[in-house]
């Protein structure tokens, strides 16, 4: 009896939700610096039609499990003119820069607009994704800076004193429309900051656990159940302590148990989003 309910309680304090601490990527070290290259006017002082990547494979960073796509950050080390808005793109992408191409973009799992300004210079900013997208281990992500061809700013991204791989360019205006490492175009210390913000992704169970609500609990005759949005109970059931399965199932949002006795119970539910278990007390 007492490895039964060491399980169940097991199953509980598993379902409980625990704050996760953002995992920075990055593939620069170092200061600052102002070796940053772009598409420009010189003479006008404008740049724009840019697109600076990074490419991060989760291995080379140690993640072993799925992440949450939560955020990006990039440095700038110049900035002129009127505030403008760039876009940060993220690509699940498989053998980068080959087969992507700029004026045929594959589809972003995100995109977010962000707003740069001169305050901007010597900074590294943080964009915080509103959705963030959860991706499996082994997955191949690409960052995208978008600046948008605009002739009213002058931007430089903040470079770094060492890289462990090569940032990139694209441009139309320029006529580079397959991404090319900056290297390759002549300018081989423009290291881009340009670094990915991931966190580490809860389970189902956990997600669930975060969004169901079980009320009153405790109580003598039903049990309510609301569940998110597009959330299905596909299978259910009432276990007491000794590990009996009593004859209680959901039924529209409720789980009736005026005919059991008092004490404590664990409710499970099988969704079409996962599993979910919490602990409940008939009085």
Known sequence: MKKITTFFAALFVA??????????L?????????????CADQTAMTTGDNVYFREYNL???GITSSVSVVGAEFAVSTYIGAPIVV???????????????????????????FEVDESAP???????FDDPVDVAPGSTLVVGIFEPAHGMAYLYLGTADEETKESYLASEACGITTPATVGSIGFPDSRHIIN???????SVNDNLAGNV????????????????????VTSSSLVDITGRITNVQYNNGQMNVSALAQGVY?????????????????Q
Do not use: C, M, R, W
């Open 59 to 61: 291995d080379d960073h």
């Open 266 to 282: 664990f409710l499970n539910l099988e969704t079409t989003h996962g599993s979910f278990t919490q602990k409940v007390v008939k």
């Open 196 to 202: 990915l913000v991931v966190e580490e992704s809860l």
């Open 87 to 113: 876009q940060v793109q993220v690509f699940e992408y498989e053998g980068f820069p080959a087969g992507f191409d700029i004026t045929n973009l594959p589809e972003a799992i995100i995109v977010q607009g």
């Open 213 to 232: 609500a079980i009320y009153p609990n405790p109580t003598t005759n039903v049990f309510n159940i609301d569940l998110p949005a597009g959330v299905e």
């Open 15 to 24: 379902a409980v939700v625990q704050a996760q601490d953002p995992i920075v």
């Open 26 to 38: 990055s593939q620069t070290s170092g200061n600052i610096g102002d070796g940053g290259v772009a």
């Open 122 to 128: 010597g900074t590294v900013l943080e964009v915080l």
